[in-house]
């Protein structure tokens, strides 16, 4: 299947699983690789929209000076990280410029840059080079099986499921990737055992029209990230601005990201992640729209009872259409499969919680090494070793972030303890062995 490229280089047939973030990512970067490369994704073109902002950490923007071919990328930066206290002083616990966006508007920046698709962010399409290689974006199809064709042979195969007609097609690839989020197809296939595991919290998330809150609150989340710590509570809060409809940037047309995290039962969960619209119950994700009045309503009340700070508060009283997300995570130890040509990237391959804006910065890391695999610049075990190493570090820091701000101190600092362990074990095999720390 494989051939020759005006460079010499190798052109290959990559099929990717799951068409979000990180396959988008791994595509753009495939396909700038000269590589022909397939999308397979579930959800239709016009999907809806996800309400929520995301940073946008170093790799991310390692990745897009590569890749990047735009010249709009609808971020907007803070100066620093500030936690407001219940006195209403502030204190600032970083100075560090972040870039900060909505996913649907980094979502469709991907899109455009991949395959050229249209949207109220980006009408027109980018101009492609020579050396990009073909692409397809197959939404609204469903990966049920991939198989190695002969125990000697390298190509794989795939049975695919359109989920508009009904029918089902083969596919083949030189290279399988697996960038099909927390409920991964190939996780399941080759580490069935590697399951969520809930980490005892979830996050309450909407967002709110700047033009809707008073100046002063509007002007305390303007240039930072602004959390509040309510440890007797053991639960926190985040706020900061993100780009607004169609990625508008200019003043009064902004959102406000709300972010709200709450220690959870397990009994507690079954009434709040039932569907407000149906009733049944969700398993991860109650979307917006979707949660039930009543437990939106004693939220909010609960917020009120907790006296937190009047700008939260403010904020929190204008989300309109909140939605939940149960924290989980897990960290395969296992990337490939069938001699390197199945991969597992993204939330695939390690989810973690969401404190340190990492789950984007791993779908770039991951994808920039797929791209430098497929090149021939490094091995399948180097390859393997190298994005396993990102994952697990980012993995435990997400679960030392998490448990210092939901749980005990006594947890928090173990959880630091065992961190700081793996980071400077790391960091002397980075040295010994004169290659790049992880973290």
């Known amino acids: 299947?494989?051939?020759?490229?005006?460079?010499?280089?190798?052109?290959?047939?990559?099929?990717?699983?799951?068409?979000?973030?990180?396959?988008?990512m791994c595509g753009l970067a495939a396909k700038h690789a000269g590589h022909n490369v397939q999308i397979i994704e579930q959800s239709s073109d016009a999907r809806q929209s996800h309400r929520a902002g995301i940073g946008l950490a170093p790799y991310v923007n390692a990745f897009l000076e590569h890749h990047d071919r735009l010249v709009n990328g609808f971020t907007?930066?803070?100066?620093?990280?500030?936690?407001?206290?219940?006195?209403?002083?502030l204190q600032v616990l970083s100075s560090q410029k972040r870039s900060l966006t909505s996913w649907d508007a980094f979502y469709y920046r991907l899109r455009s840059l991949y395959d050229g698709h249209t949207s109220p962010y980006y009408?027109?399409?980018?101009?492609?080079?020579?050396?990009?290689?073909?692409?397809?974006?197959?939404?609204r199809n469903q990966v049920l099986e991939v198989t190695r064709l002969r125990q000697h042979d390298s190509s794989l195969s795939l049975d695919i499921l359109d989920l508009d007609t009904g029918k089902t097609s083969k596919l083949k690839a030189d290279y399988v990737i697996g960038a099909d989020g927390p409920d991964s197809l190939i996780r399941a296939k080759y580490l069935p055992d590697v399951q969520r595991q809930y980490a005892g919290y979830v996050v309450w998330r909407g967002i709110v029209p700047e033009g809707q809150v008073s100046d002063l609150t509007r002007e305390?989340?303007?240039?930072?990230?602004?959390?509040?710590?309510?440890?007797?509570?053991r639960t926190h809060c985040v706020v900061y601005m993100i780009p607004g409809v169609n990625g508008s940037l200019k003043p009064g047309e902004r959102l406000l990201n709300f972010i709200l995290y709450t220690n959870e039962t397990p009994e507690t969960l079954d009434d709040i992640l039932v569907d407000a619209i149906d009733g049944h119950r969700h398993h991860n994700t109650v979307p917006a729209g979707q949660v039930?009045?009543?437990?939106?309503?004693?939220?909010?009340?609960?917020?009120?009872?907790?006296?937190?700070?009047?700008?939260?508060?403010?904020?929190?009283?204008?989300?309109?259409?909140?939605?939940?997300?149960?924290i989980a995570d897990f960290c395969s130890p296992r990337a490939a499969f069938e001699d390197g040509k199945v991969l597992l990237i993204g939330d695939a391959l390690a989810l973690f919680r969401p404190h340190a804006a990492a789950g984007s910065a791993q779908a770039a890391f991951h994808s920039l090494a797929v791209a430098d695999y497929l090149n021939g610049k490094i091995s399948a075990q180097q390859w393997e070793e190298k994005v396993l190493r990102f994952s697990f570090l980012h993995w435990q820091q997400?679960?030392?972030?998490?448990?210092?701000?939901?749980?005990?101190?006594?947890?928090?600092?173990?959880?630091?303890?065992?961190?700081?362990?793996?980071?400077?074990?790391?960091?002397?095999?980075?040295?010994?062995?004169?290659?790049e720390s992880p973290i």
């Not at 299947?1 to 988008?24: E, F, K």
């Not at 009408?123 to 020579?130: D, G, N, W």
């Not at 305390?220 to 509570?233: D, T």
């Not at 929190?316 to 909140?322: E, L, S, T, W």
């Open 398 to 435: 997400s679960i030392w972030w998490g448990n210092w701000y939901q749980k005990n101190i006594a947890i928090a600092l173990i959880s630091g303890l065992r961190f700081w362990t793996y980071v400077s074990v790391e960091r002397v095999k980075s040295w010994w062995n004169n290659t």
């Open 220 to 233: 305390l989340f303007s240039h930072s990230i602004v959390v509040h710590i309510m440890k007797r509570e």
């Open 292 to 326: 039930k009045d009543e437990i939106w309503s004693k939220r909010v009340e609960r917020a009120e009872r907790d006296a937190l700070p009047a700008p939260f508060l403010e904020v929190i009283g204008k989300v309109k259409q909140p939605f939940v997300q149960v």
């Open 123 to 139: 009408p027109t399409a980018p101009s492609s080079a020579e050396t990009d290689g073909s692409i397809i974006y197959k939404s």
């Open 1 to 24: 299947m494989a051939s020759p490229t005006r460079n010499n280089s190798t052109c290959y047939d990559v099929i990717i699983i799951g068409g979000s973030l990180a396959g988008l």
């Open 76 to 89: 907007h930066h803070t100066t620093n990280l500030k936690a407001l206290k219940s006195n209403g002083a």
